[in-house]
């Protein structure tokens, strides 16, 4: 019998990975990054990330699919993200999200990429009209 290779923490981490952005000039697109903390971070120009969830995401989604943010956006003077504080609820308590974000899916304890994110574009385009897709 051949053992079949597992690829282990590390080599999944460096695999490319296909998410959504949303720039804080309402730009959206999909982006195929190393699904890495430090590929995370420098795609949307971060010293720090962290992972952001909300009730008003689930309503959307139907799923548990986070925002992956700036953690030091508002100490850096990073701009107002539209679509991210509307997502984070910003309209009911006014703490707003700041710099370009990503989305990503919660599943326990990881954050894994989209299985989906043609889908989650979509509906977030139809949800939030100010969003253009990015065009290359």
């Given amino acids: 019998m051949t053992a079949i290779p597992v690829m282990g923490a590390i080599e999944k981490e460096r695999k490319m990975a296909k998410t959504v952005k949303i720039t804080?000039?309402?730009?959206?697109?999909?982006?195929?990054?190393?699904?890495?903390a430090e590929a995370k971070e420098q795609a949307i120009c971060a010293d720090c990330v962290e992972t952001v969830k909300t009730q008003i995401m689930y309503n959307l989604f139907h799923d548990t699919v986070v925002m992956i943010v700036d953690e030091s956006g508002i100490i850096n003077n990073r701009p107002f993200n539209l679509a991210g504080s509307f997502l984070y609820g910003t309209q009911y308590h006014g703490t707003p999200i700041v710099g370009d974000i990503l989305f990503g899916l919660q599943s326990g304890p990881e954050i894994l990429p989209p299985e989906n994110p043609e889908d989650i574009m979509h509906l977030l385009m139809m949800k939030i009209p100010e969003l253009q897709e990015e065009t290359r």
């Fill in 24 to 36: 804080t000039d309402n730009k959206i697109s999909i982006v195929d990054i190393p699904w890495t």
